[in-house]
């Protein structure tokens, strides 16, 4: 099978390839071309070296990034994973760093912070992996903890219990076959995180003759671990919210020879070094990185212990299994290695198979390790093995995941309110008919479950205004249902921030924690009371007079009527690390209202205290059909593509705004390494990827022509000359296309990764650089035809393809074909000889053209 590139209707790209190395390899080719810049980011994010590029801003997620050992932990996680495994990791490596340069040059923040590439190493999707999960199960929240014990007391500990802002939430549920129209399974959800641009998650299609699955991706991570629907069975997954990371109070002592720390057998050697985190515009940071037996100082004589840098493992063996995976029993198997994040998983498969069970590593230890910071040298606190089995249910019915306190309960501590759990047991328990096309129905539901609570404080007010009693009348009559349109949501969520105000002015004495930079988030008194406002108000906080918080806090809202619509204040913010648009200068911004929040099922999170605005919502939504795969859909908040100014770049938004869904399987549309052009004064050139049996009598006959003497394969037969366009159709670095002029083939071009072909020992390579190989049609061409053909296949490889040069390197006795590059714009460099596949040698006349040489192809 030709290794391919198909793009649907929003630039879903669909790859084909041989075999699973190919294909994995393909898939890193995508991820530098769709996501040049966010992989790169992440990548120096796990590396601990974005405030390079990025400034002071981003230096203390460096230095936690540095003080951590992610990328150490990810070289020692790679080193440990099987020989296929491995092998699968660095050939998606190989693809990304084929594929970079060209990506690059299609990102315009390469440009604007001037980040030079690096050639990834091939652990580097393990590091991007811990990089976007260590924060997962939310360790700073027990120096939060700890600081509110210090200052409340140890009766405080729980007290600011909730989902907060910065962990993972989602949605999840599995209808079975007994409630769907089909007779077969549903499995729909959405995750939330911070919806970032470009999209956390990147749908795709992954196609081999051992496979062919479609999913949601990260980009940087091979295969798909998360959400994926392979015919047979489909799986999604939400956080488990589990507590599997501890943190020690360490005592540390200087000693001649370094460092050490007391541990429960006295004092041990922990290894030490120093680093420089470098600083745009601003002096470097040295970092003094210290690792005890616990794990690595991140703060002030606290270290952490994680599980990938004990075990050194990461699971990544799980991502290749599950595109293999044909049944509700291969995705439960492939499961049982899975390390982190812990996550709950569902399944469903087409043979009537259901799973719900949660995965990962978690340690047993004692129960206040969960909580707080504890003493490094006490004996109890240590880890003894892992928690197994891991929890799981047998389904009988409609499940659902929505981090609540159910099945993963002995896991964790803090769970989500069950606000989100109960609302879809209740809509998936009303019918017995779903359909896939019914789901937006539940992913877009706006029933607010914690308004209750709040709306419940002004029952018994007494001595209100006027305009009090009216507001207090509206909102004790409202549905509860936040949505855009509504003025009545909007006034709750007035009213909810103004008591949230009042009620953090009572914990004052919790502001000004010292910790470091990267967990200053965590430590902030106004966040924890708005998400814990629920817990707060059901507490026993004498006090706190909570009925005169709400009445001082309703006059104030009823005194600033009428509101404006909730979707007027509560609008989408994408998160871009350089604070980029969504939308270009030339482009009409859309309204981006959004109905829902953080209690809803249509979950979208603002940070109630403090602001209306969106940050965090469904970085994705999904619904897998078991009865036709084909029916299945998804969305994402943006696009497919990470480049602002792609067609790509948002034509999902409207959609996602909206509640609703894409065709998972939409019409495949142009081949994406197909491409069309119009040329003034010269006709339509059109490139198609050459299929070695149907073109084989073009090929034959163009090749072996006396004009194609150069070409080198006049003596072969038409088997032969078979056998060979075969063999390049079956290299994913090697392709050829018949070039079309308004339908009339007229060339065969061809091109090669030189770093995989013998003419790239022949030169000085440059990252980027595409070979090219060009044979015009036997016949007598109009003249200036072959500058107008170069000129679209300028346009071609520069700007469809993204690459930055082109080389060329025909025989030094070619001179015609010399001189036609020569005018063209080529500079001529260095002769070189080549090794031939028949033992012969080429003595070549290398060239090269430049986007900037060649000027605008267009």
């Known amino acids: 099978m030709n290794a391919r590139v198909f793009r649907d209707t929003y630039g879903v790209p669909h790859l084909q390839a041989g075999d699973p190395l190919a294909l994995v390899y393909l898939q890193g080719v995508n991820a530098a071309r769709d996501r040049a810049w966010q992989i790169e980011l992440e990548r120096r994010r796990y590396l601990g070296t974005s405030a390079a590029f990025l400034g002071a801003e981003a230096a203390g997620w460096d230095v936690f990034a540095r003080q951590a050992r992610l990328a150490d932990t990810a070289q020692r996680c790679f080193e440990a994973l099987d020989d296929e495994t491995r092998e699968w990791v660095t050939a998606y490596v190989e693809g990304v760093n084929h594929a970079l340069p060209g990506g690059a040059m299609r990102a315009p923040e390469f440009a604007e912070t001037g980040l030079t590439l690096q050639e990834w190493e091939p652990w580097t999707p393990l590091g991007i992996w811990l990089a976007v999960h260590v924060l997962f199960a939310g360790f700073p929240t027990k120096l939060w903890r700890t600081h509110v014990a210090r200052h409340l007391g140890e009766d405080a500990l729980d007290l600011f219990t909730s989902e907060g802002p910065h962990g993972a939430g989602s949605n999840g549920w599995l209808i079975p076959g007994s409630q769907t129209a089909s007779g077969q399974a549903i499995v729909a959800g959405d995750p939330h995180r911070y919806v970032e641009s470009p999209g956390v998650y990147q749908q795709i299609r992954l196609t081999c003759p051992e496979y062919d699955v479609l999913g949601l991706a990260v980009p940087g ?21 589990a507590d599997y990371q501890d943190l020690y109070a360490e005592q540390l002592r200087r000693t001649a020879t370094g460092v050490e720390a007391l541990g429960p057998d006295g004092w041990k050697p922990a290894a030490a070094h120093r680093e420089v985190v470098e600083v745009a515009g601003a002096a470097p940071i040295e970092v003094e990185v210290i690792e005890t037996e616990r794990g690595p100082i991140i703060q002030d004589g606290i270290s952490l212990r994680y599980p990938p840098r004990v075990t050194g493992r990461l699971g990544f063996q799980v991502m290749a299994r599950l595109l293999r995976a044909t049944t509700v029993a291969d995705v439960d198997s492939a499961f049982d290695e899975w390390i982190e994040p812990v996550n709950v998983v569902m399944a469903a498969d087409t043979a009537g198979g259901l799973l719900h069970r949660t995965a990962g590593l978690v340690p047993r230890r004692h129960a206040s390790n969960r909580m707080r910071v504890v003493p490094a040298w006490e004996v109890e606190h240590q880890w003894d093995g892992w928690y197994d089995p891991m929890p799981r249910e047998d389904v009988d019915g409609p499940a659902v995941m929505a981090n609540a306190r159910e099945l993963a309960a002995p896991l964790g501590v803090e769970f989500a309110a069950t606000h989100r759990a109960d609302r879809i047991r209740e809509l998936v328990k009303a019918r017995n008919d779903w359909a896939v096309d019914d789901m937006p129905s539940i992913h877009k539901d706006t029933l607010l479950g914690s308004a209750r609570s709040i709306l419940d404080l002004l029952i018994d007010l007494e001595d209100l205004s006027t305009q009090a009693v009216a507001l207090r009348t509206e909102l004790l009559a409202w549905d509860r249902h936040m949505d855009a349109e509504s003025t009545t949501a909007s006034s709750y969520a007035a009213l909810r921030k103004a008591l949230i105000s009042r009620l953090t002015d009572h914990f004052t004495v919790l502001e000004n924690a010292e910790v470091a930079e990267v967990f200053a988030p965590w430590m902030d008194p106004l966040t924890h009371v708005s998400y814990a406002l629920e817990n707060l108000v059901a507490a026993d906080l004498p006090e706190i007079n909570f009925g005169w918080l709400a009445r001082e806090a309703l006059e104030e809202v009823a005194a600033h009527k009428p509101r404006p619509p ?48 969106c940050i965090r919502a469904s970085a994705a939504r999904y619904a897998w059909d078991l009865a036709d795969r084909s029916a299945s859909k998804w969305i994402v908040p943006l696009g497919a593509s990470g480049v602002l100014g792609d067609p790509h770049h948002h034509d999902q938004l409207p959609l996602w705004l909206s509640g609703s869904l894409a065709p998972a399987v939409a019409a495949t549309g142009r081949e994406d390494r197909g491409y069309s052009v119009e040329v003034d004064g010269f006709g339509t050139v059109r490139l198609e990827e050459a299929d070695p049996a149907r073109d084989l009598d073009l090929i034959h006959e163009w090749v072996t022509a006396e004009r194609a003497t150069y070409w080198g394969m006049g003596e072969l037969s038409r088997d032969e000359i078979a056998a060979t366009y075969r063999f390049l159709d079956s290299v994913p670095t090697h392709h050829v296309y018949v070039v079309r002029l308004d339908e009339v083939p007229v060339a065969l071009l061809q091109t090669y990764d030189p770093q995989t072909d013998p003419a790239g020992a022949a030169y000085d390579i440059k990252a980027g650089d595409l070979g090219l190989h060009l044979l015009i049609a036997p016949g007598d061409p109009q003249p200036g035809f072959t500058a107008n053909l170069l000129k679209a296949l300028a346009q071609f490889v520069f700007v469809h393809l993204g690459h930055p040069r082109l080389v060329v390197e025909p025989d030094v006795r070619n001179i015609r074909a010399i001189d036609r590059f020569h005018r063209t714009g080529f500079t001529l460099g260095p002769e070189a000889k080549i090794p031939q596949p028949d033992g012969s040698t080429k003595t070549a006349q290398f060239a090269f053209l430049t986007k900037a040489q060649f000027g605008d192809p267009k």
């Open 221 to 241: 991570i091979p295969g798909l671990a998360h959400f994926g629907h392979t015919g047979g069975v489909a799986w999604a997954i939400t956080n488990a919210m």
């Open 566 to 613: 909730w979707g007027e204040t509560h609008q989408l913010s994408p998160l871009h690390a350089l604070r980029g648009p969504v939308f270009t200068r030339d482009e009409e911004p859309y309204d981006l209202a959004l109905s829902g929040d953080h209690h809803c099922v249509m979950s979208t999170s603002s940070l109630p205290g403090l602001t209306d605005v």
